[in-house]
């Protein structure tokens, strides 16, 4: 098993050959990249919730009844649903 098929797997993406070749061709300078970084003097650097130096302005968070959607109109023809809910297949 090369590198690149170990990486394809522990990411769980499916490349094609050309893909393959290009990440083959890409992967040093990748690596050289993150060894750069890696090499970047950080200490006393203060950690960031975020990358702008601005505020950050959050709308509050609240419910408006009137965009709620209904099961009835367009929706009443959907066959999994439970009262007022959608019921969807497991996603993992």
Same mark, same amino acid.
Do not use: C, W
């Given at each position: 098993?090369?590198?690149?098929?170990?990486?394809?797997?522990?990411?769980?993406? *499916?490349? =094609? %050959?050309?893909?393959?070749?290009?990440? $083959?061709?890409?992967?040093?300078?990748?690596?050289?990249? /993150? &060894? *750069?970084? =890696? %090499?970047?003097?950080?200490?006393?650097? $203060?950690?960031?919730?975020?990358?702008?130096?601005?505020? /950050? &302005?959050?709308?509050?968070?609240?419910?408006?009844?009137?965009?709620?959607?209904?099961?009835?109109?367009?929706?009443?023809?959907? &066959?999994?649903?439970?009262?007022?809910?959608?019921?969807?297949?497991?996603?993992?």
């Amino acid at each position: 098993m090369t590198l690149i098929d170990l990486l394809e797997q522990l990411s769980k993406l *499916r490349l =094609k %050959s050309d893909e393959k070749a290009l990440l $083959k061709k890409q992967l040093p300078e990748i690596i050289e990249y /993150v &060894s *750069r970084i =890696k %090499s970047l003097k950080t200490e006393g650097v $203060k950690p960031t919730f975020h990358t702008s130096t601005g505020s /950050v &302005s959050l709308r509050s968070d609240t419910i408006k009844r009137d965009r709620r959607l209904r099961l009835n109109g367009k929706y009443f023809n959907i &066959s999994t649903k439970q009262k007022d809910y959608f019921i969807v297949d497991k996603v993992l």
